[in-house]
Each structure stands twice: as C-alpha cells, then as structure tokens.
C-alpha cells in the first residue's frame, strides 16, 4: 500500500490557491463571482520586456542556463541592488530561481535542520509556515494585531529568540497586511539579530516597488547584519511577471553556495527566455513602470473608502503591497444565515457563498481574526465587491 510521507501530510494545501480554485470552480458553474483572492497584478508584462523574451528565443537561448543564472542577469540584480537599495553584492552571491517562492526554499534548506526554530512575524505570507514544516523546522510566531500596524517590535523579537532560533522571516513590505518597516524600526530589529550570530534573516522584498508613502528599507542596509541576511526579490509584483517565474536571492558567500547546490539537485537553472527578458525589465528605469503603482494607489485609496463603510470591519490603511487585512472579529462566534462563523476562514466562505466575492481567510497567514482581499483587481470590479459585502453584511 503506497503512502503520503510524513512531510506531505505536515503540509496544507496553499490557502491562496484553494480560494481562487474555489472561486474558478463557481464561475465555471456559471455564477458571478468577484475574485479578490490571488495577489497578481492584473497588467499585462510591459512591451519592452516582452520582445526582450522574443529575442531570446530567437537567438537561441534555449540551452541549460548555469544553476544560479545567466551571468548578465546576476550582474543586472548587483546592479538594481546598489542603485535601489545601497547594497553591494557581487554576481557570485545572487541565486537567480523559479520564482522567490523557490529562493525562499533554497535559503530554508540550507540553514534549517530538524527541530530548529524560524521566528514568524504573524501576519505572514500563507507558504512560510508551510516551508518551514517542510524543512523540518518549527514557525514560532509573534504576535501583532492591527493597533500596532501589524508589526513587530524589537523587544517581541528578542522575547522569541531561544538557542534553537536559525532565521527569523518576514515581508516587508508585508503580504498580508500591507505594512512595511521603516528604516528605524528595521535598526533596531537588526541590533537584535546582531547579538545571535547563528540567525539569518530571510528579508522577503518582493513588493519593494509597491510602497506608496515612504522609502523602502532592505535590513541588509545595516552593516551588523549585512553577513546574516538572505535579501529576495523577484520579477513576480514590480514588472507583473507572476507566470514568467523569476525571483531571486542575495546571501553572503557561503549561503549562495548552498542556495546553488540545492537548487543544482532540484529544479537546475531557471528559464532561459524570463531570465533574459528580466536583464531588460531590471536595467531599465522604474519610472517607467511607475504607473502601475500609481494605478494601485487609486485602487487602495478607493477601497479604503468603501471597506471602512463596511459594518463590522476594522480596517488599516495599507501603506504598501496591494492588500487590505482588515479585523472582521466582529462576526466571530456569530451565527449568519445558519452558518457559525468559527474564524476569518469560516468567514471568507460565507461571503464567498452569500455576496459571491471570493477573500482569503487569515487563519493561514497566521490572524485567525482578519480577512485578506487584494485590491489587483479593476476598478470596476472592486467597486461591485464592496457594494455586494456591504449590502450582504448590513442585515445582520
Ligand atoms: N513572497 C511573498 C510575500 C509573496 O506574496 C509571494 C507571492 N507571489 C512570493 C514571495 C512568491 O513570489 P513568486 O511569484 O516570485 O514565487
Ligand atoms: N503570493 C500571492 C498571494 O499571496 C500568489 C499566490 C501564492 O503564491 O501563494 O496571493
């Protein structure tokens, strides 16, 4: 009799993805359902970077890239690293992978060993937890709630850190609570770690461009812990490249080596044609691909008008990323239509079913009081969700 292994029953399916099949599923039944599940942006990927990807195939590049990237790629990254953040790297230290989700792997399994510890900021993205269980490690969360901007603070920090502590892990700007840290609250965090050489911090920056009101932060930038830190990025949120599955890592020299030979045994070099047109996508000025974010920032503005008229949400103004996390504990231990609303999980499938706009449920992202909509959905579209919530909410 063949068996799951003990890693894949520790894993639960990713939270995002079964909201937006479920959401796929209803509409191919014919029913009108809002889609505020995924966070994608909804562009299309910019011309120039498209027929970068053409002349790639037309030249040929369809042989095996070498595992961590093509040359001109890393050295592209080295470069947007000094001119956007202040960082020097060398091409050496970049792991150019399938996407940051698989960069993020890379650094897990070259540092975590059964039983250590990886500290977790709560909110988090829904696929840490999950990677870490895979890794054989163990998430310790630390709690924030929306009064404090869902951040942590240095001192709830070191609460957490024990002698089993090996990374602590976090987004910023966040996924999904749209906070970012700022440069000062970042100092002090990075004072902390400095104290526990044996922690490296997995600086998840992948919505780096996405920052509507203040400049980004990498904690790389404070030299204590400069050699402690795996800074990722990635092509998915800056260029709307989420299916052309570029994303990559910075580390110091050692950790890159490990990046390289776990990726090496696992999945090889990235593809060709998105690493040539993400040489193009990185050398040219952001400004360029501004109005994207310009674009988010009307629809944040316009959703946090509408949510906040929405009975029995509590609502943060989200600074950056393209998702609002608002506390919707309010109908918890509530019964609604017939239905018990056990959590945000319990309640992201009510208005699923009964104002038909799909949300992801905080359970899996760590807040089993919030609710998680990305706002990379059109106007048009955002306008009707709130209008079917609101209405659907007003009678209870
Ligand atoms: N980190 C965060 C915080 C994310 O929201 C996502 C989702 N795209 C990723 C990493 C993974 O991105 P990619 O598409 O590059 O794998
Ligand atoms: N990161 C996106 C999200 O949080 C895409 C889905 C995923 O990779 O989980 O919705």
Known sequence: MQKYSDRVNRLSFSQTFVMSN??????????????LTLGEPDFDVPDNIKEAAFDAINSNFSHYSPVPGFLDLREAICEKLQRDNNLEYLPSQICVSNGAKQAILNVLATVINDGNEVILPA?????????????????????????????MTAEQLEKAITPKTKVLMYSSPCNPSGSFYRHEELEQIANVVAKYPQITIISDEIYEYINYDGKHTSIAEFPQVYEQTAVINGMSKAFAMTGWRIGYSACPDWLAKGCEKIQGQMTSGANTMAQKASVTALKTDPSKYRYMIEEFRKRRDLVYGLMKEIPGFRVNYPEAAFYFFPDISHYIGKTLNGTLINDADDFAMFLLDHAHVGAVGGVSFGNPDCIRFSYAASEKDLKEAMRRIKECLEKF
């Open 22 to 35: 479920k959401v796929r599923e209803m509409k191919a039944r014919g029913i009108d359902v809002i889609s």
């Open 123 to 151: 909110p988090f993205w829904v696929s840490y937890d999950e990677m870490v269980k895979m890794m054989g490690g163990t998430s310790v969360f630390v709690e924030t709630s929306i009064e404090t901007d869902f951040k």
